[in-house]
């Protein structure tokens, strides 16, 4: 929405259009509860969204949900992609915060940003007792990043849980907030914008709405306290790789390094590579499983006496994905409907029983011994295992992401190495853009362009400077369609 940042103070209902985009396909959801009445929820495709808050009754309590869905609910099952990150902060929770105007609240968050070198929030809102920040993404995520997504939302959530009271169960991808220009009715305050950013810094950009928006990945970099440990641990690596080919009789772990095999030097060796997530392992594989059924026609359902396995795997590897997500059973009972559609309820909570006590156990704490080690009661599955017990055929395998047999993942292998090989200018290309992605996330951090010059081997600081800049026009977000 063009001059969104203007518009707010006269059009406070266009506060969701900052990261809700009515040209999109998807939905929004929107709850609403009036005074001594009962909670309801409609989904409304983003088109109508606009004409959807229009018609609420502002003197009631309003909440809509900040990410955008597939289908007409909000199930984290059926996410499509995610346009911020954000906060509930529960501030009056704070001693020494109780009490005091939400300007004064505002003032001391923005403060908080400055001193400790955090982004600042794209918005702050009074959402009647305490305040939401949120940091609106250059462009929006697929669902695809959520494993990524949710460790910004906790990082944020560190910053913030002390001095801020950032509530833990408002971090999830479904989650709702107050609508600005309604009515929290526990003290009948208004919910209104306090802070809207028009200024970029911090890695921040203008955005053709006026307000101030992010890179995910530069925000992600920024935020995440382990990026900075990682390049440290990676600089020792180097180290010890370095002196280790000067000696005549290399150990057998530099050997295995040189050679590429996977172990703590084959980062350094290869900084293309990505560590293994495997909470992004395990949404790739709920997609992959999804992706079966698709292949399989399975446009009602899975055969009847095929139902049960497809459902309980694809229930463990959602309990693997978002061990946080709200109301479990109910995602599940959404994902069923894919492969059973006329199961009841009683029929899908017998399925994945078991599924369901183990993720609980493993949000408590819990560890079970197996194997003479001590790990998480999850359910985790072998590829081999996976291809035998559904009986997925090479062809299939050739359009999954993660689900795939040994042959299939050389092949896949051969088939880069022969690219490679085609394209040799493509490789140097990817490995100069790689460089310019590492400028920028050290500059995001606060390293002078002297010192990324130096730490990446660019030939002065005024190189270093134009790579950043154009790391930058470069971040563009990938969007589902």
């Known amino acids: 929405m063009p001059n969104l940042a203007a518009s707010l103070a006269r059009e406070p209902a266009s506060e969701p259009f900052a990261y ?56 984290v099952v059926n996410l499509w992609r995610m346009g911020l990150a954000f906060l509930d902060l529960d501030t009056y929770k704070v001693t020494n915060l109780k009490g005091l105007p939400a300007e004064s609240l505002c003032a001391k968050l923005l403060d908080y940003c400055d001193r400790h070198k955090i982004p600042q929030p794209t918005l ?9 920040a949120k940091w609106v993404f250059e462009e929006p995520i697929p669902a695809a990043a959520i494993s990524r997504w949710q460790a910004l939302q906790s990082g944020l959530f560190t910053l913030f849980e002390k001095s801020f009271g950032a509530d833990p169960g408002s971090l999830d991808a479904s989650r709702i907030l107050r609508v600005v220009g309604t009515t929290n009715l526990k003290n009948g305050n208004l919910v209104r914008v306090l802070h809207t950013a028009r200024t970029p ?16 990945d530069v925000l992600a970099d920024t935020i995440l306290p382990f990026e900075r440990a990682t390049l440290e641990t990676l600089r020792a690596e180097r180290k010890i790789e370095r002196a280790a080919a000067k000696t005549q009789e290399p150990s057998r772990k530099a050997k295995s390094r040189r050679k590429g095999k996977a172990g703590a030097g084959c980062i350094s060796a290869y900084p293309n590579l990505r560590r293994l997530d495997l909470r992004q392992l395990a949404w790739d594989r709920l997609t992959d499983i999804r992706k079966l059924a698709e292949l399989r026609g399975w446009t009602k359902g899975a055969p009847a006496g095929r139902r049960d396995l497809p459902i309980f795997v694809a229930a463990c590897f959602l309990a ?9 059973e109910a995602e599940v009972w959404e994902l069923a409907q894919e492969f059973a559609p006329s199961w009841t309820r009683h029929q899908v909570q017998s399925c994945v029983a078991s599924v369901t006590r183990r993720m609980r156990d493993s949000r408590a704490g819990i560890l079970v011994e197996f194997d003479g080690k001590t790990v998480d009661p999850r359910y985790w599955w072998r590829n081999t295992t996976l291809i035998k017990l559904l009986q997925i055929s090479p062809a299939e395998q050739a359009q999954l992401k993660t689900i795939i047999s040994a042959e299939e993942k050389k092949a896949r292998a051969a088939d880069r190495k022969r690219v490679q090989r085609a394209n040799p200018r493509v490789v140097w290309l ?10 920028n996330r050290l500059h995001a951090e606060g390293m002078t362009y002297e010192a ?16 950043v800049a154009k790391a930058r026009s470069e971040a563009v977000a990938v969007v589902a369609p």
């Open 20 to 75: 809700h985009d009515a040209t999109r396909r998807g939905f929004s959801s929107i709850g609403t509860k009036a005074l001594h009445g009962e909670y309801s929820q409609e989904s409304f495709p983003l088109s109508d969204l606009a004409d959807a808050l229009r018609n609420v009754n502002p003197a009631n309590d309003v909440w809509i949900s900040q990410c955008e869905f597939s289908r007409a609910n909000r199930r």
């Open 124 to 132: 702050v809102v009074y959402s009647g007792q305490g305040l939401q």
């Open 201 to 216: 810094g911090m890695g921040g950009t203008l955005l053709a709405n006026g307000l101030v928006g992010y890179s995910f």
């Open 320 to 328: 693997q994905a978002v061990l946080n997500v709200p109301e479990f």
């Open 430 to 439: 990817n490995s100069h853009r790689t460089k310019r992605i590492a400028a």
């Open 452 to 467: 990324i010059a130096m730490e990446l081997s660019y030939r002065s600081p005024d190189a270093a400077r134009k790579a």
